[in-house]
Structures are given as structure tokens and as C-alpha cells.
């Protein structure tokens, strides 16, 4: 079994910065496209940022030109740098360890890190 844990999340002001990462017991990302969603309260989840195995990344418009995903395979880990954060990225982020084309997570996920953005 695989585990997977996300950190790095926490409470700063709106403009802030965080970054999350992501990281499995064991190699599980090889070849996949992996990434971040998150889900605030009384809404569905969304996904938020993917990168390939060719480290392409992809962005849900709502965080274009202020998060950064990144992933290092060697240490079977996933990084979101989210910067310039407003109230509205406030939700728990999860990564999943492969993604399909159609936005589907269909690897494994963590339990999440809460992210909480005030004004």
C-alpha cells in the first residue's frame, strides 16, 4: 500500500505564500501525470494544477500566474508554490499520484493539508 502525505499548509493573510508538498512511501509517480486538487466547504473538488511525466505543467485559470506545481521523481514528491493567495484558495488540497487526461485522479491520495486565506 501506498502512502501518500501532503504538508505545508496553514493560515496566512491574503498576498501570502505557501508551499505544499507531496510525498509517497514509494515510487508511484514514474510515467504519470500527477498534481493538486482541493476542495473548499459545501463545494466539489477541483482540480488545481497537474504536471507530466515531460514536467508540463497545466493550471485551472483561477491560479494562472500565481501558483508554480513542480515534482521531483527521485523523492517521489509533488510541490505547489502558491503565491499572491486570496480568500478564495481556501479549501484542503489533496495531490493524487496520476491523472488522467480527462482530469480524472485515479492514483492514490493523501488526506489532504488545510489551506486557509484571510482577508
Known amino acids: 500500500q501506498v502512502q501518500v502525505v501532503e504538508s505545508g499548509g496553514g493560515l496566512v493573510q491574503a498576498g501570502g505564500s505557501l508551499r505544499l508538498s507531496c510525498v509517497a512511501s514509494?515510487?508511484?509517480?514514474?510515467?504519470?501525470?500527477i498534481g493538486w486538487y482541493r476542495q473548499a466547504p459545501g463545494k466539489q473538488r477541483e482540480l488545481v494544477a497537474t504536471?507530466?511525466?515531460?514536467?508540463?505543467?497545466n493550471y485551472a485559470e483561477s491560479v494562472k500566474g500565481r501558483f508554480t506545481i513542480s515534482r521531483d521523481n527521485a523523492r517521489n514528491a509533488v510541490y505547489l508554490q502558491m503565491n499572491s493567495l486570496k480568500p478564495e484558495d481556501t479549501a484542503v488540497y489533496y495531490c493524487n499520484t496520476n491523472i488522467l487526461r480527462n482530469g480524472l485522479g485515479v492514483g492514490y491520495w493523501g488526506q489532504g493539508t488545510q489551506v486557509t486565506v484571510s482577508s
Open positions: 514509494r515510487s508511484t509517480f514514474t510515467g504519470n501525470t
Open positions: 504536471i507530466s511525466s515531460g514536467f508540463d505543467p
